[in-house]
């Protein structure tokens, strides 16, 4: 079992919905991370909290909008979103200061979310 | 802007057979990790690179980091179906905690 658990697995939403997906790690870690996957692109990275900062990826669209609470949870806001945004949505969370080890960035399962 | 490429960016096998697969980044980095993705599944980390000249083995998978080359390997040696998957590598920036990943290897190993 995965230290980084995603709800919804899966998510159906029209483009006037509003819908949120949700981020939870249990290994202790400081930051976290949403990662946007598609067929058509590699892993994007969409937005970083590391120490309770936020560090944005300017070419993330304003309909997707990060929330995190505490070091634990991280969620993905969703409105007015576009069928192609349909996608694999994976949170990661790590150490936010290098160990001896890297910083090695743990995934959870993903939510697929499909835009109709 | 760190770029990350990968080659080839899919691979058809035969089990028995040795083959590698290479990650070229763009900018200065000594650290590199490879990830595995199964079919639906979420990725999993396999090896992390932290400085030239470093090896790590796992199974028949052994990956490498030439940092002067900007070029890590991951050479799979007498392959198995069930290393059939789509492996990432990804480079650090060195200012932080940002991952640019490569495009990805899907590797099909054939029986």
């Known amino acids: 079992e995965t230290g980084v658990t995603q709800t919804p697995r899966h998510l159906v939403m029209g483009m006037t919905n509003k819908k949120s997906l949700k981020c939870e790690q249990h290994l202790g870690h400081n930051a976290m991370y949403w990662y946007k996957q598609s067929a058509k692109k590699p892993l994007e990275l969409m937005f970083v909290?590391?120490?309770?900062?936020?560090?944005e990826n300017n070419s993330v669209p304003s309909r997707f909008s990060p929330e995190c609470p505490n070091s634990s949870h991280l969620f993905l806001h969703l409105h007015t979103l576009q069928p192609e945004d349909s996608a694999l949505y994976l949170c990661a969370s790590s150490q936010a200061e290098l160990t001896g080890f890297g910083n090695t960035i743990y995934f959870g399962e993903g939510s697929w979310l499909t835009v109709v | 802007e760190l770029k990350v490429e990968q080659n080839p960016l899919f691979l058809s096998m035969q089990e028995g057979k040795n083959y590698t697969i290479y990650c070229n980044y763009s900018t200065t980095s000594d650290r590199l990790y490879w990830y595995r993705q199964d079919p639906g599944k979420s990725l999993e980390s396999l090896f992390v690179?932290?400085?030239?000249?470093a090896v790590k083995q796992e199974g028949r998978l052994m990956a490498s980091l030439d940092t002067k080359a900007r070029l890590s390997t991951l050479h799979i040696t007498a392959a198995v179906h069930d290393l059939s998957a789509t492996y990432f590598c990804?480079?650090?920036?060195?200012?932080?905690?940002?991952?640019?990943f490569g495009g990805g290897t899907r590797l099909m190993v054939k029986p």
């Open positions: 690179l932290l400085s030239n000249g």
């Open positions: 990804a480079v650090d920036d060195n200012a932080g905690n940002m991952l640019t």
């Open positions: 909290y590391s120490l309770e900062e936020r560090v």
